[in-house]
């Protein structure tokens, strides 16, 4: 849809496997998603994030960026796949309305989420979403530098709005063919 915000949403290398498991690398083992996690299966997903800005709504797409090795980062961090935003969610009333709201679609255990509720109460922000499409190319860091959609020092930012002409080639250099 044409008409809709699109976003990127950065996630951990050790969260993203999990969460996405349709958007692993081939550098990944996926023998470590063998058993029957709830969240791995969800269709509605959760994502956590107390980042202070989030302007996604339900209805907006969201671009999966994993976030590389520290190292390696220029090709280690890659664009896997889009998603869609089915509901935003903040101003928990509670620690069981929190709770419930993330119940078996996050990645992280009920130890996580308690801290998380303890120390970020007042910037929690649940966005709710539908895993669309893991991407046969994953365009890296270095394509999003040279192509300005990121700058030259930094990386894809929580909910850093793109344009229709930088989502356009994130989608053109996801679905090159006979490249890798």
Request: proline letters at 6%; glycine letters at 6%.
């Amino acid at each position: 849809n044409p008409h809709c915000n699109k976003f990127f949403l950065p996630i951990k290398p050790q969260y993203h496997k999990t969460l996405l498991p349709d958007a692993i690398l081939n550098t990944e083992n996926a023998t470590d998603l063998l058993g029957n996690i709830a969240h791995r299966y969800a269709l509605r997903k959760i994502y956590i994030s107390c980042a202070f800005r989030c302007d996604a709504k339900p209805g907006d797409l969201l671009v999966f960026y994993r976030m590389g090795d520290k190292d390696r980062k220029n090709f280690s961090s890659v664009v896997t796949g889009t998603g869609i935003v089915s509901k935003i969610k903040k101003g928990f009333s509670s620690w069981n309305d929190f709770a419930n709201s993330c119940q078996n679609r996050t990645v992280f255990p009920l130890s996580q989420l308690q801290w998380l509720w303890n120390n970020r109460r007042e910037q929690l922000i649940l966005v709710e979403f539908l895993f669309l499409e893991a991407f046969p190319k994953r365009p890296t860091l270095d394509f999003l530098r040279r192509e300005t959609i990121c700058g030259p020092k930094e990386g894809a930012r929580p909910f850093q709005p793109l344009n229709d002409e930088q989502f356009g080639k994130i989608i053109a250099e996801a679905h090159k063919l006979g490249e890798s």
